[in-house]
């Protein structure tokens, strides 16, 4: 099974709106964090914004905030306010346990930004 | 501060030859990690190194190797290349990479690997 699922390869927004870019997961541990990294067409991935699983406020980073819900294993990223700048492929991640030392990514959603 | 700097940025190599990846962390940072992507597989593990020690592998074949020198720079290297090969690699390093959070943990801008 997929420990990281996203379900929409490409999403459009149009600047200074807010979009929502959908991440659920799948775990057995109790301890894990989830991660969203922006990756823009040079390839560095671009760390944005963490939440871990003891965590009981929604993480947020200036325009970027997770909307966690542990009951449902979902852990969304919206954006805020979109500039064009914006515009990358988005990965959602995910770390296990006090041992895990590696990522576990989806597929990642493309997002357009429009003028 | 310097971030992860990888070697070189783009190459090309032909089919059954080999080549060695460089990446030198942040100053200070002991963990190295290398995943591949790739358009169908996506972002996958490769391994992770800490203090000289590979503590974990991804599941890749054996013609994936690496390895970390006591300044904590990596390299990755892929032997009998196949056209299959051909994806971006990219390392990233930590000060301490077990564990949910990550502390640190950086991305390089990867390696560009083309298999012709």
Known sequence: AQKITQT???????EKEAVTLDCTYDTSDQSYGLFWYKQPSSGEMIFLIYQG?????????GRYSL?????R???????????????AMYFCAMREGFTGNQFYF??????TVIP | ????????????????QQVTLSCSPISGHRSVSWYQQTPGQGLQF??????????????????????QFSNSRSEMNVSTLEL?????????????SQGPKAYGYTFGSGTRLTVV
């Open chain 2, 46 to 67: 490769l391994f992770e190194y800490f203090s000289e020690t590979q503590r974990n592998k991804g599941n890749f074949p054996g013609r994936f190797s690496g390895r």
């Open chain 1, 106 to 111: 989806g597929t990642g959603t493309s997002l």
């Open chain 1, 67 to 71: 909307n966690f819900q542990k009951a």
């Open chain 1, 8 to 14: 929409q390869p490409g999403m459009f927004v149009q």
């Open chain 2, 84 to 96: 299959g090969d051909s994806a971006l690699y990219l390392c990233a390093s930590s000060l301490e």
């Open chain 1, 53 to 61: 699983s003891y965590d009981e406020q929604n993480a947020t980073e």
């Open chain 2, 1 to 16: 501060k310097a971030g992860v700097t990888q070697t070189p940025r783009y190459l090309i190599k032909t089919r059954g």
């Open chain 1, 73 to 87: 294993k979902s852990a969304n990223l919206v954006i805020s306010a979109s500039q064009l700048g914006d515009s």
